[in-house]
């Protein structure tokens, strides 16, 4: 069968009109023309439409029974291209990111807030968690892209580096070492402390920086959240090495940071996606992170966080 939808929207004018010369004048025919459109219309379908008389035009049964039909067609037609058009104009749609806590609570808030104002329509889906949870999720598709470390492995995924983020002490106002510029690695390892688990990107390359330095360190806990950190060392139960974006999440009226001096210790995070292109709105959302560069999101901390110049 091969019915075109203008032939839908003949008839469905004809049925409203009647008359098949108004019929034609609003579609913008000549009569012949659309009497032939709506000739084939019937041929392709098998039956007769309309009852034609001398002055008027009416439904047949089967007229009647295809016009709520075509209404529905129509719609759906014009549906499909609308919401088509919506998508490409980033009013409607949905984009799914993953990222490392630190990044979700640091760094997203104003980067989301910015997005939704100009695309209100497009729904966001955030999955704040670890590294490895990061790279799964981009790799099997559930995500548009993930905010992260780099992988080891990158073979399936693209890695487009966005920001460097240096190492710092977190520690109480009233702490001994709160009254330095600067801390050193082996000023902090005299201290007990407190850190994320083993599995995640932080501590392995706390543990990295402490044997590259050839320094010992002694770790009363390891955590999962970063909210658990600063409860701890607020406690003056230890102190923390943290990356520099995580402080907009940890620092409270009691709690300080220091940088941390030689070996300096700095991670590189970036975009993680798939090689392929993103829907329409998931690229207005990457625009609008890599632009947050230019927007200087962390002024108290401009020295231990740097963008690089994709993010400018």
Not at 94 to 112: D, F, M, N, Q, Y
């Amino acid at each position: 069968m091969n019915v075109q939808i203008r032939q839908v929207e003949a008839f469905l004018i004809l049925a409203q009109t009647g008359s098949f010369s108004e019929a034609s004048r609003r579609f913008g025919l000549s009569q012949p023309a659309f009497s032939l459109s709506i000739q084939r219309l019937e041929e392709e379908l098998g039956v007769r439409l309309f009852h034609r008389t001398s002055r008027r035009v009416t439904l047949t049964a089967e007229g009647e029974a295809f016009l709520p039909m075509a209404s529905g067609l129509l719609r759906n037609w014009t549906g499909v291209f609308e919401e088509m058009a919506d998508m490409t104009a980033v009013r409607r749609g949905r984009v799914a990111l993953a990222a490392l806590p630190s990044i979700a609570a640091g760094l997203l808030p104003p980067v989301v807030l910015e997005f939704t104002r100009k695309h209100p329509g497009v729904k966001l889906e955030i999955h704040d968690v670890l590294q490895g949870e990061v790279i799964e999720l981009v790799r099997s598709g559930r995500v548009d892209f993930g905010i992260s470390v780099g992988p080891d492995d990158s073979a399936e995924t693209e890695f487009l580096p966005l920001l460097d983020d240096n190492f710092v002490a977190l520690l109480r106002h009233d702490h001994p070492l709160a009254g330095h510029d600067r801390i050193s690695w082996e000023a902090l390892s005299r201290h007990p402390l407190v850190s994320m688990t083993s599995t995640t990107s932080v501590r392995r390359l706390t543990d990295f920086t402490f044997a590259e330095a050839r320094i010992g360190a002694r770790f009363l806990s390891e955590v999962n959240h970063l909210a658990t950190i600063a409860g701890l060392v607020a406690a003056g139960y230890a102190l923390a090495a943290l990356p520099a974006l995580c402080l907009p999440v940890v620092l409270r009226p009691d709690l300080e940071w220091r940088p941390l001096g030689s070996p300096v210790a700095r991670r590189t995070l970036g975009l993680l996606r798939l090689r392929h292109s993103p829907s329409v709105a998931a690229e207005a959302f990457l625009q609008e992170l890599l632009s947050i560069g230019a927007r200087n999101p962390f002024p108290d901390f401009a020295a231990e966080i740097s963008f690089r110049p994709a993010a400018q």
